[in-house]
């Protein structure tokens, strides 16, 4: 059974980092793309960056360019997302997602399974 874990998420103030991780288990992920997405009460999940994990190519959101850094540990299982410079307007839910469908990785329907998501608050 495949099992995406979040962990990692809280309350920070603007300016600040945090680092979330994403233990993956069930499965061999290496023909995977795996993504982070964000999602507040009411709207729409929103891609954040996306990780091919043979190759460790990335892909980020516009949004979050230069800021975060999207990394995974193989030794591990995990994926990471380095957040920096966080701003007020990064708070949300923060899912980790994988997906093989690597031409279509900022899609959330294109993703197979879901971790249940850590809540990250950036106060002013």
């Known amino acids: 059974q495949v099992q995406l874990v979040e962990s990692g998420g809280g309350l920070v103030q603007a300016g600040g980092s945090l680092r979330l991780s994403c233990a993956a288990s069930?499965?061999?992920?290496?023909?995977?793309?795996m993504g982070w997405f964000r999602q507040l009460p009411g709207k729409e999940r929103e891609f954040v960056a996306a990780i091919r994990w043979s190759s460790s190519r990335t892909i980020y959101a516009d949004a979050v360019k230069g800021r975060f850094t999207i990394s995974r540990d193989s030794a591990k299982n995990t994926v990471y997302l380095q957040m920096n410079s966080l701003k007020p307007e990064d708070t949300a839910v923060y899912y980790c997602?994988?997906?093989?469908?690597?031409?279509?990785?900022?899609?959330?329907?294109?993703?197979?399974?879901w971790g249940q998501g850590t809540q990250v608050t950036v106060s002013s």
């Open positions: 069930g499965r061999t992920f290496s023909n995977y793309v």
């Open positions: 997602a994988a997906t093989t469908e690597f031409y279509r990785t900022v899609v959330p329907d294109s993703y197979d399974y």
